[in-house]
């Protein structure tokens, strides 16, 4: 903290505008101001009394390695922040607007728009913005695919994977065709030996496995004769490219790499659409929303907002090209600090199917994995609790966390296994 007599402090170059300055040293009573200068500067506080200005550079952010709800980008939040009460001088903010208003309309649209650019979306392909997270698409997916006796083929390569054949089970035929469970999901299979179904309606994968860390690199091509490829891509969408033409769905869960939980993101080949089955509620039949781009009942209009400036942030970031590159960066610097411990830390996962996004590990001294992140916490940086059906650490670092997060959390670890060894 730094303090000055009726003067601008200046810390770390922090300037205060000569307007604010002013203002504050009328002020009669002792107050503290949070300001943002502009979108690119970290907030300060500013505390006042009558003859005093002190700046506290007070950034109260932490280092969050959760793995959904997940941290999102820096600038992205003050641009909300920025925009939360009268939104670009509509008098509004976007939580009071009518979904069918021109401004929601424009925010929709070019959310949709900015998204179909980063992924290069085929114009052959609806973008639905759904509610109900990735699990009401479990059974979304059966219902408007298949009717009762069809058959479909699932890889399963851990835990969603799972839960999505689980739910498929209800409507239709579903046939695990592979499953990495008897190996604790360390693996996804050669895609050579699959014996798939010649008649299955769909192959569904799960891109990114969350809580195991495991990711597909490449996609399998599936088998039956006007049979398609389906991905859960809740944990990776958006962090690197992908070839839209090769599945007829992928769906994601916002609240890990795009945006807050409350919006689910459907890209659905045009001709899939319109053949759900009689019982299949209002809300999850694809044709009732596509007609209605998004919008047959009240859609989760804050949530597409925010996803709307994080593709908005990812392009100005050079698309999602350059997002992998970083994304590679990070996760090479994590695994590296894992593979070189000498076996102290230990990621079970195969290292060609390593996620990018989720990196679950292990204490060979599994007795100190509690004060690791009890330390680590004290650190600020925190939710690096495994998932408890896995246990041990797992940090998740999606397209918002900075390398310097990382970078962090591996000197972390060094000198964590220094005093440990
Ligand atoms: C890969 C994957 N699929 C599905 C889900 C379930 O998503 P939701 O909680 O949005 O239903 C998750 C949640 O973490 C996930 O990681």
Avoid at 152 to 171: L, P
Avoid at 236 to 243: E, G, R, T
Avoid at 384 to 405: E, Q
Wanted: hydrophobic share 35%.
């Amino acid at each position: 903290m730094a303090t000055s007599t009726n003067s601008h402090l200046i810390r770390n170059q922090t300037q205060i505008p000569k307007s604010i300055s002013r203002s504050l040293l009328h002020l009669k009573k002792p107050s503290t101001i949070n300001l943002t200068t502009t979108t690119k500067t970290k907030p300060i506080s500013i505390r006042c009394s009558s003859s005093t200005i002190t700046v506290v550079d007070s950034n109260p952010r932490v280092i969050n390695f959760a793995a959904g709800p997940a941290a999102l980008p820096e600038n992205v939040l003050l641009k909300a922040q920025s925009e939360l009460y009268n939104w670009r001088g509509s008098g509004m903010s976007v939580m009071e607007m009518s979904h069918r208003g021109k401004e929601f309309l424009s925010i929709i649209q070019k959310a949709e728009s900015d998204l179909r650019k980063l992924l290069e979306i085929p114009s052959e392909y609806s973008v639905l913005f759904l509610q109900g997270g990735a699990t009401t698409q479990f059974s979304a997916l059966p219902l408007n695919l298949c009717n009762s006796d069809d058959e479909a083929d699932y890889i399963v390569t851990g835990s969603w994977g799972d839960k999505a054949f689980k739910e498929a089970k209800k409507y239709c035929n579903p046939k695990v065709i592979w499953s990495g469970k008897s190996e604790k999901y360390t693996k996804v299979p050669s895609f050579d030996g699959l014996e798939q179904s010649m008649h299955a309606k769909y192959l569904h994968i799960c891109a990114n496995e969350t809580i195991h860390g495991v990711e597909f690199k490449d996609y399998p091509v599936p088998k039956s004769s006007d049979g398609y490829l389906v991905a859960d891509m809740s944990s990776n969408f958006c962090s690197k490219p992908v070839d839209v033409s090769k599945f007829g769905v992928i769906y994601a869960g916002a609240q890990k790499n795009v945006g807050p939980s409350g919006v689910t993101i459907v890209i659905i080949r045009k001709d899939l659409i319109g053949n759900a089955r009689d019982i299949t509620p209002v809300m999850l039949d694809y044709k009732i929303h596509d007609e209605n781009s998004s919008l047959y009942n009240t859609p989760p209009c804050f949530g597409i907002y925010m996803c709307g400036l994080v593709f908005d942030d990812l392009l100005e970031q050079g698309g999602l090209k350059e997002v992998e590159k970083k994304n590679q960066r990070k996760a090479e610097l994590l695994y590296n600090a894992i593979d070189e411990s000498n076996g102290f830390f230990k990621c079970p996962v195969e290292k060609s199917v390593r996620s990018l996004m989720n990196v679950p590990f292990t204490l060979e001294k599994s007795e100190l994995e509690g004060e690791f992140i009890k330390e680590a916490a004290k650190e600020k940086m925190v939710q690096l609790k495994g998932h408890r059906s896995v246990g041990g650490m797992r940090a998740s670092i999606y397209n918002a966390m900075p390398l310097a997060g990382v970078e962090k959390l591996v000197a972390f670890m060094k000198e964590f296994q220094a005093r440990h060894a």
